[in-house]
């Protein structure tokens, strides 16, 4: 089993109502599991948000806690609701109402990786499925409301940055359409998940930085925006998922040579994103 369900780096003072999560980019592998599947060690990682967590380190110089997830997505996908799981992996689950993200097999206990790659090659029992559950999704889940309810109570609101990757060709229908191809895209739940003044501060500092913004398509965020984003009680969240392009080599799973003026780079847009959330700033805004 992985050897920690999160890790939190926190501030030496917290200072900004924000918090950085990177629910995808745990890479904590054990050998037991790696066993288990089908693919080796460099597939199962395909679906990893790879790096994401070394971009947004710059978080606690800027007076944000960051949440880390310490088991791979491959193992359990913490970007899903607890109760998705996949009758198709898991015994004595039965179907119920289509789900659309289990059907492709990304239940919250995945059966595949990227571009549909099978991980098992049979069922796995219920009680390891809820072993997971219990033992690294709650338990992340729980450090993660902590977090955002100490903000909420140290500055009077939340802001989760919900920090994710995706393939280049992610948004090759976008591209397809006519639209320039976004290099980041913002999910807020086309709304319902953050007011709308965090967001467009959050687009701004990413276009300061000279990137392409879209929202809410084609990621609107998942599970992790749905449940946390909560504006009337002043508890706000936004996905953020980067073209992996633009700092790792994709088919190696390696950094690329741009990678750190990249990260650099990050570590500027997450200053501005944290001084959203500076107190007395927000107050005085409203």
Do not use: W
Not at 49 to 75: C, E, I, M, N, S
């Amino acid at each position: 089993m992985p050897r920690s369900a999160y890790e939190i780096v926190y501030p030496t003072k917290r200072t900004t109502s924000v918090v950085f999560a990177s629910p995808h980019s745990g890479r904590d592998y054990p050998a037991r599991f790696l066993k288990r599947t089908m693919l080796d060690q460099h597939s199962i990682r395909t679906s990893e948000d790879a790096f994401v967590d070394r971009l947004f380190d710059g978080a606690t110089q800027v007076g944000a806690p960051f949440l880390k997830a310490g088991a791979p997505r491959a193992f359990v996908d913490l970007n899903r609701s607890a109760d998705e799981l996949d009758p198709a992996l898991i015994e004595d689950v039965k179907g119920g109402g289509h789900n659309p993200r289990i059907a492709s097999g990304l239940g919250v206990i995945p059966r595949v990786v990227a571009n549909g790659r099978i991980i098992y090659s049979g069922k796995i029992p219920l009680e390891e499925a809820q072993a997971r559950i219990s033992g690294y999704y709650r338990p992340y889940h729980a450090a993660l409301q902590r977090l955002l309810d100490e903000s909420r109570r140290l500055f009077g609101e939340a802001i989760l940055i919900d920090c994710h990757s995706m393939p280049h060709e992610a948004v090759d229908g976008v591209a397809r359409s006519g639209k320039p191809r976004p290099e980041v895209v913002l999910g807020d739940r086309f709304g319902a998940a953050a007011d709308s003044d965090i967001v467009d501060r959050i687009e701004t500092a990413f276009l300061r930085a000279g990137l392409k913004v879209a929202r809410n398509a084609p990621f609107a965020g998942a599970y992790i925006t749905s449940h946390y984003g909560r504006p009337s009680r002043r508890q706000h969240a936004v996905q953020i998922e980067i073209d992996r392009s633009l700092y790792m080599n994709e088919q190696l799973i390696r950094p690329n040579n741009n990678f750190d003026a990249f990260r650099t780079l990050m570590q500027q847009v997450t200053a501005e994103v944290a001084e959203i959330g500076a107190q007395p700033q927000r107050l005085a805004a409203e």
